[in-house]
Nanobody, 124 residues
C-alpha cells in the first residue's frame, strides 16, 4: 500500500521557520513529480509548491514565493518544504502529493497519491 507521510509541522510564531518532510512508503517516487498543497479552515485546498522528478523545475504559489523552498533527495526518497518568514495566513493543514508523471504541476487533480496532512500553525 502506497503512503505519503508528512512530518515537521507544528506551532511557530510569525516570522519563524518550519521545515516539512514527505517520505513515501510502498514504492519509490524518485521518477515522479511531487507537490505541496494546503487547506486552511473553511477554505479550499490550494497549491503551494511543486517539484519535477529530478528537482530541475520548481514552481510556487505567488503567496509563498521567496519565502518557501521545495526540494527533494531522491536517494532518501524524501521531499522537503522549507518555510521561512511564516505569516499567520500560512496556517493550514499541509499535504504532500505525488503525480504519476515526472513533470511538475500546480493542479491538484493531476496528483494521484496524497498524504494525510500535517498541521502548521503560525501565531501572530
Amino acid at each position: 500500500q502506497v503512503q505519503l507521510v508528512e512530518s515537521g509541522g507544528g506551532l511557530v510564531q510569525a516570522g519563524g521557520s518550519l521545515s516539512l518532510s514527505c517520505t513515501p512508503s510502498g514504492r519509490t517516487f524518485s521518477s515522479v513529480a511531487m507537490g505541496w498543497f494546503r487547506q486552511a479552515a473553511g477554505k479550499e485546498r490550494e497549491f503551494v509548491a511543486t517539484i519535477s522528478w529530478n528537482g530541475g523545475i520548481t514552481d510556487y504559489a505567488d503567496s509563498v514565493k521567496g519565502r518557501f523552498t521545495v526540494s527533494r533527495d531522491n536517494a532518501k526518497n524524501t521531499v522537503y518544504l522549507e518555510m521561512n518568514t511564516l505569516k499567520p495566513e500560512d496556517t493550514a493543514v499541509y499535504y504532500c502529493a505525488a503525480r504519476s508523471t515526472p513533470w511538475a504541476s500546480r493542479e491538484s487533480r493531476e496528483y494521484v497519491y496524497w498524504g494525510q496532512g500535517i498541521q502548521v500553525t503560525v501565531s501572530s
